[in-house]
């Protein structure tokens, strides 16, 4: 491995542990200087921190050609009353898409809604926003988190879609348990692949490697194959010609989702070739954590963030 590879890989795991340490984001959070320094890296990756930036760059990206995913960030929320409050703002971000006549997906982690409290407590907070969604072109999408909270995303996953066919799930490529739980979804819905951002043990997981890119496009196949509507969520450049090449996205079942802020130059192109691409726009305070795995997916963020901070000039992305 020669030693600017071997570099990157060890910022990447860096910002992956930094990420997970509470008191580096309670400083961040606290510290007024700090976290407007941070919050201008952040920004070329969220659409700001109130409902309102959240829906107005959402209804923008729709405008432009893409389909939209939004997400209200938050995680790990232990607090009862805290739960309902990120409810209530997801409910309020439903009712909004639904009042701008924005068909759009509605992304969250389940721990953002009451699973680190009890999975009943996550499972009831889906359905209330079910129940809100119910009758509109709004979709409701579950993300994945780290892999010790996989079992209980996916058992509240099962059960609410169950009930609700518009409760779609995100898998990680990266884990090795991956391909028993997309065979063991037996229905056919929506679901999202991803390479996977957390940082897991050698034994649970496949590193960033050939081998995983070629993970991911079996899951991708076996996901379309079993009669999946496939979110492709990647900004890797293997992993998109060799869908392109393959006319995954000619098939209706199958999109390339890309993040906000993350080569809109690439997303444009591939649009205007005319495959459908959806955008995911994420909004809110909680973007510490965000920012730390958009570094470390790509490690040349890292730049592009040092340049954001320094400029302090306003983020413009240009899709």
Same mark, same amino acid.
């Given at each position: 491995m020669n030693e600017h590879l071997k570099l990157e890989q060890q910022l990447t795991t860096a910002l992956k542990s930094i990420a997970r340490r509470r008191d580096l984001k309670d400083y961040v959070e606290q510290n007024p200087q700090v976290n407007r320094i941070l919050r201008q890296a952040a920004l070329r990756y969220i659409a700001g921190d109130s409902l309102q930036e959240g829906l107005e760059t959402g209804e923008k990206i729709w405008r432009r050609g893409y389909f939209l995913s939004i997400e209200y960030i938050g995680e790990n929320t232990s607090d009862a009353i805290q739960c309902e409050q990120a409810v209530a703002e997801m409910i309020a971000l439903i009712q909004g898409l639904k009042q701008s006549g924005v068909p759009g997906r509605v992304s969250f982690d389940l721990s953002h809604i009451g699973l680190m @409290?009890?999975?009943? +407590?996550?499972?009831?907070? $889906?359905?209330?926003?079910?129940?809100?969604? %119910?009758?509109?072109?709004?979709?409701?999408?579950?993300?994945?988190?780290?892999?010790?909270?996989?079992?209980?995303?996916?058992?509240?996953?099962?059960?609410?879609?169950?009930?609700?066919?518009?409760?779609?799930?995100?898998?990680?490529?990266?884990?090795?348990?991956?391909?028993?739980?997309?065979?063991a979804l037996t229905s056919p819905g929506r679901i999202r692949i991803v390479k996977g951002a957390y940082q897991e043990s050698a034994y649970l997981s496949i590193v960033r490697s050939p081998e995983l890119n070629e993970r991911y496009l079996e899951l991708v196949e076996a996901a379309i194959?079993?009669?999946?509507?496939?979110?492709?969520?990647?900004?890797?450049?293997?992993? @998109?010609?060799?869908? +392109?090449?393959?006319?995954? $996205?000619?098939?209706?079942?199958?999109?390339? %989702?890309?993040?906000?802020?993350?080569?809109?130059?690439?997303?444009?192109?591939?649009?205007?070739?005319?495959?459908?691409?959806?955008?995911?726009?994420?909004y809110g305070h909680e973007w510490y954590l965000y920012l730390c795995h958009r570094i470390a997916e790509y490690p040349p963020n890292l730049y592009q963030a040092v340049i954001d901070i320094v400029s302090g000039k306003g983020v413009e992305n240009n899709y």
């Open positions: @409290i009890s999975p009943s +407590l996550a499972y009831s907070n $889906l359905m209330e926003m079910a129940k809100q969604a %119910e009758g509109t072109n709004i979709e409701l999408f579950i993300s994945m988190e780290e892999s010790g909270k996989t079992e209980g995303i996916l058992s509240v996953y099962k059960r609410a879609a169950a009930e609700c066919s518009s409760i779609g799930i995100t898998l990680q490529a990266h884990l090795t348990r991956t391909p028993e739980d997309l065979a194959r079993q009669g999946h509507q496939v979110s492709i969520a990647t900004h890797d450049d293997v992993i @998109i010609n060799a869908v +392109l090449e393959r006319g995954w $996205l000619t098939n209706s079942q199958a999109e390339l %989702e890309m993040l906000y802020g993350i080569r809109p130059d690439l997303a444009n192109r591939i649009r205007s070739e005319g495959n459908p691409i959806r955008i995911y726009v994420p």
